[in-house]
């Protein structure tokens, strides 16, 4: 069975940091496309990053140079480095696989604000 799950949400400062996680099992990992999207409030699903299993990476503009996404094949993880936080980033995060009706975690809430 596919499972992923996300932590490292929480509240957050204007400014600040998160990192979240995402730990996969059930699948063969390192060969998946994986990414990370988000829901904010009353708002759709929104594409934030994706990285390939070579480590290729592409960001969405809104937070291109702010956030970092990464992965850890051997420790079966994914990771999302949030840095210079804004308002607007509150949301919803999920880890994903990149493919049609690929898996999707339960999610972990991220809220900026003062």
């Known amino acids: 069975e596919v499972q992923l799950v996300e932590s490292g949400g929480g509240l957050v400062q204007p400014g600040g940091s998160l990192r979240l996680s995402c730990a996969a099992s059930?699948?063969?990992?390192?060969?998946?496309?994986m990414k990370w999207v988000r829901q904010a409030p009353g708002k759709g699903l929104e594409w934030v990053a994706s990285i390939t299993s070579g480590g290729g990476r592409t960001y969405a503009d809104s937070v291109r140079g702010r956030f970092t996404i990464s992965r850890d094949s051997a420790k079966n993880t994914l990771y999302l480095q949030m840095d210079s936080l804004k308002p607007e980033d509150t949301a919803v995060y999920y880890c994903a696989q990149h493919s049609p009706n690929g898996a999707r975690g339960q999610g972990t809430q991220v809220t900026v604000s003062s």
């Open positions: 059930g699948f063969i990992f390192s060969t998946y496309v």
